[in-house]
């Protein structure tokens, strides 16, 4: 349900693939979707094979994350909060890219934006959810999960490319709204982490 609501939630990624698909079209909206999941399937990997051999050697670094994780969220709602809660589709270029470019666009957006790590080691950690199975495997079950839910977001996003962008002009609360559901789900997700 987290995933679900931060993915509909206004960010870079989502209106990239909202931009790529009203000006190129949709299926080069849904190359950038594969580009970003396939770099999130990186940023699994990395946080599955560091945070459990952490977990494994130290269970008081993993409590230090899960505090870490929590306090970044808080940090990231503070953020929502001063921001804006306008949404803006300008920024998309009129000049028709390759799908194969646009996947690698999305797939190098991903890897090399730190957030992503950051979030994903604040926010998996606390959704671990079994003794017996292995951590590794855990955060693996939880990166697809994340990955299955944000491809059906981003997905439905650039299929319904044209619907979306004109009910977000049309609606100009929409980005309110969007902006405390946002600062609710950091805020719950932080203390879920601090308090489990």
């Known amino acids: 349900m987290a995933t679900l609501v931060l993915s509909l939630s206004p960010g870079p990624d989502n209106i990239f693939v909202l931009i790529q698909s009203i000006t190129n079209g949709k299926k080069f ?7 970003l999941m396939t770099g999130c ?15 494994k050697n130290n269970p ?15 940090y990231l709602a503070i953020m929502v909060y001063r921001g804006g809660d306008a949404i803006s589709l300008d920024g ?3 000049n028709k890219k390759s799908i194969s470019n646009l996947f690698r666009q999305g797939f190098i ?13 604040a926010f998996f950690p ?6 017996s199975l292995s951590p590794i495997i855990q955060f693996y079950i939880l990166g697809f999960l994340f990955i299955l839910v944000s491809t059906i977001v981003f997905g439905g996003m650039a ?7 004109t009910f977000l002009v049309d609606n100009k609360r929409t980005g309110l709204v969007l902006k405390w559901v946002q600062i609710i789900v950091f805020i ?9």
């Open 29 to 35: 909206g849904l190359a950038v979707v594969l580009g």
């Open 41 to 55: 399937l990186v940023h699994t990997s990395l946080l599955a094979f560091g945070v459990s051999a952490i977990i």
């Open 60 to 74: 008081a670094i993993f409590t230090f994350i899960k505090i870490f994780g929590a306090a970044y969220l808080m």
């Open 92 to 94: 998309g270029t009129r």
């Open 109 to 121: 957006m991903n890897v090399l934006n730190p957030k992503v790590t950051i979030f994903f080691l």
């Open 126 to 131: 606390g959704f671990l959810f079994s003794d």
């Open 159 to 165: 299929l319904l490319s044209g619907q979306i962008s």
């Open 188 to 196: 719950g997700i932080a203390i879920y982490l601090f308090i489990g």
